[in-house]
């Protein structure tokens, strides 16, 4: 039983099939256990180039990045703020969003902290035996306030609460 449980749960939105086409950010700080702070950035990818499924998907649209920061921009603000205290990061679905953030990092020829990922998604299939273990299926399930799918800082927040619950049902963690 750990005293504290503190990591970022982050999801990334892209705006074509690339992995480093970063229009979105989101992450939902949690301290002790607790969710402490969540927060999304709009990312101008590169060329500013959107491909219809994924604006499908999640609406944004190039319009709603034309002014908005780039990922290097985004990456370190984020690195400033939390990643002196965090060095874990939650992920439902972990190996899409770290394609993300590597590839990104690639990319823009910047220098990624080691990191330690745990996934929601794997961690719900090995514990839970629901058919179906989207985020949102999973949220609604176990009474998660659901935000807007697929906005990168709801589905931040949906994730931490989730793997939250996984924690408290695996013994790992006691609120």
Known sequence: MTKG?????????TAT??????????ICVVRDGEVAETRSWLVQPEDNQYSYWNIKCHGIRPEDTADSPSFPEVWEEIERLYLDEFDT????NA????????HSARLY???LPDLKWHCSLKTARQMYAF??????YLCEQFGIPEGTHHRAGDDAEMCARLYL?????GGLFRP
């Open 17 to 26: 099939g690339k992995r480093a086409s970063v229009c979105e950010v989101g």
């Open 89 to 92: 990061f939650v992920a439902h």
């Open 95 to 102: 190996p899409f969003d770290r394609s993300c953030l590597e």
């Open 165 to 169: 619950r996984e924690m408290e049902d």
């Open 5 to 13: 449980l503190n990591f970022i749960a982050i999801d990334f939105e």
């Open 131 to 136: 058919g179906c273990n989207t985020l949102g």
């Open 109 to 111: 020829h910047l220098h």
